[in-house]
Nanobody, 116 residues
Framework: QVQLVESGGGLVQAGGSLRLSCIAS????????MGWYRQAPGKQRELVAT???????KYGDFARGRFAISRDYDKKTVSLQMNRLTPDDTAVYYC??????????WGRGTQVTVSS
């Protein structure tokens, strides 16, 4: 069983930055993706970014060039640096860890609100 706890969300003005962090507990594999998804009101959950030793980093199109993901495999943490935020980035951001056969672990989520 893997448990994920996020921190770092909040309210920021458009153009600003936020850094999200997630710490995990339980048995994990470095080659399995760990990262972030987000869900805005009325929308489906979407990929923000993930990272693993096999697949490297993957970003959603909106995140590429503005967001940066990093993972500390020894500390079982993953962070997301978000820059040049816009109101469209307002969402609940979820930390995730994925295993085969669509087994996914999720954190409770952290709210990010970007004001215009």
């Amino acid at each position: 069983q893997v448990q994920l706890v996020e921190s770092g969300g909040g309210l920021v003005q458009a153009g600003g930055s936020l850094r999200l962090s997630c710490i995990a507990s339980g048995r994990m594999f470095d080659f399995r993706p760990m990262g972030w998804y987000r869900q805005a009101p009325g929308k489906q959950r979407e990929l923000v970014a993930t990272v693993s030793t096999i697949d490297g980093t993957k970003y959603g199109d909106f995140a590429r060039g503005r967001f940066a993901i990093s993972r500390d495999y020894d500390k079982k943490t993953v962070s997301l640096q978000m820059n040049r935020l816009t109101p469209d980035d307002t969402a609940v951001y979820y930390c995730s860890y994925s295993l085969p056969a669509d087994v996914n672990y999720w954190g409770r989520g952290t709210q990010v609100t970007v004001s215009s």
